[in-house]
C-alpha cells in the first residue's frame, strides 16, 4: 500500500492480521521486511504494520530537504497512525526506536504504549556526562568512517564497518553479493539518519512527558553505547518498564523474535486490559 505522508512523500507498508493495531519501526539501512518473524508472532490477536521509513524499501524520501532532525520521518509515522484511525502499539528498533520515541514525545495521544529495542539516541550520550561523551565518541568514529567512505566514493568500505560494528566481525564477508550491494546503496541513507539523531537537542528531562505505559528492551550481548541510551530512557520515563534479553545484541529484534514477540504479545494485553500500565520501573530478564 502507498501514502502520502506531510512532505508530499510516499510511505510504503505492509500489514498483516487483525485486531489492535501495533506500528513496527525498522532499523537503520533496512525495512519493514526485518519485522517477519516478529508479525508471525504477533497477527494472531494484532493488526501488524510495518512501514518502510523514508528513504527505504518502498518510501520515497525529497534528496532537497534538509535534515533538521527527526521531525520529517516521525511525521510520516504521524501521519500513518492517523490514517489508522486510533491510538496504537508503537515499536521501534535502533533508529526506528528513536523516531517512535519522537512520536510519542511529540503526539502522545497517537501512541496507546510504546516499546523500543535499543533506540538510536546517541545525542544523549553527547550530551551527558564524562562517560556517556566517551561512549558516544565511539558511535562517532563509526559515523566518520562512514562519511569519510561515502566521500572517497567507497560505499562498500564504509557498509562494512557499519555492517561489522552492529552484527559482528565478518557479517559483511559472509553476505552474497547482492545482499552487499544493497547494503552498499543505503550509504547516504544511513548517514542521513545520523544527521538526524545529531540534529536532536531535546533532554531526558524533557522525555518525562511520555506518559504511556513503555517497554524498553537492550541485549545483554550489545555495545555498552546501545545498553546506556535504553537504560537512560527506560530511568527517565516514569512507568517504563526495562527488559534485558539473555545472548541478545543490537539486532534482537531478528535474532531474537522467539523472544520478543510473546513478551510484547503479553504487554498490549496487560495495557489494553488494564489502561494504565505497571506502577513503577522494573528490570527484567527474558531467557
Not at 510504503?12 to 517477519?36: C, D, I, N, T
Not at 484511525?85 to 533508529?95: K, N
Not at 546503496?185 to 531526558?204: Q, T
Request: charged fraction near 20%; glycine fraction near 8%.
Amino acid at each position: 500500500m502507498m501514502m502520502h505522508n506531510a512532505e508530499g512523500n510516499r510511505l510504503f507498508y505492509r500489514q498483516a492480521g487483525s485486531g489492535s493495531p501495533v506500528v513496527l519501526l525498522h532499523s537503520s539501512a533496512s525495512s519493514g521486511a526485518q519485522w517477519k518473524s516478529t508479525i508471525d508472532g504477533l497477527r494472531a490477536r494484532h493488526r501488524v504494520i510495518t512501514p518502510d521509513l523514508p528513504g527505504y524499501g518502498g518510501s520515497s524520501i525529497d534528496p532537497e530537504m534538509p535534515v533538521n532532525d527527526l521531525a520529517s520521518d516521525a511525521a510520516a509515522i504521524i501521519d500513518l497512525i492517523t490514517q489508522i484511525g486510533e491510538p496504537v502499539h508503537l515499536v521501534g528498533h535502533s533508529f526506528g526506536g528513536a523516531v517512535a520515541v519522537k512520536v510519542a514525545m511529540t503526539s502522545g495521544h497517537l501512541v496507546r504504549s510504546l516499546t523500543v529495542f535499543e533506540p538510536a539516541m546517541f545525542h544523549l550520550l553527547r550530551d551527558g556526562a564524562d562517560e556517556d561523551r566517551s561512549l558516544y565518541g565511539e558511535i562517532a568514529s563509526v559515523e566518520a568512517h562512514l562519511a569519510a567512505c561515502a566521500q572517497d566514493d567507497d560505499a562498500a568500505a564504509g557498509m562494512t564497518h557499519f555492517i561489522d560494528y552492529w552484527n559482528g566481525e565478518g557479517t559483511w564477508d559472509r553476505l552474497t553479493d547482492s545482499v552487499r550491494d544493497m547494503y552498499a546503496s543505503e550509504i547516504g541513507h544511513v548517514l542521513r539518519d545520523f544527521a538526524a539523531d545529531n540534529n536532536e537537542a531535546w533532554s531526558l528531562t524533557e522525555a518525562e512527558a511520555i506518559s504511556c505505559p513503555t517497554f524498553a528492551y537492550m541485549g545483554l550481548a550489545s555495545h555498552a553505547l546501545s545498553q546506556r541510551t535504553t537504560e537512560m530512557l527506560a530511568e527517565t520515563i516514569p512507568n517504563a518498564v526495562l527488559t534485558m534479553v539473555a545472548e541478545a545484541a543490537h539486532m534482537g529484534p531478528l535474532t531474537h523474535a522467539h523472544v520478543l514477540a510473546p513478551d510484547m504479545q503479553q504487554h498490549f494485553a496487560e495495557v489494553e486490559a488494564a489502561e494504565g500500565g505497571p506502577a513503577c520501573t522494573v528490570t527484567k530478564y527474558a531467557a
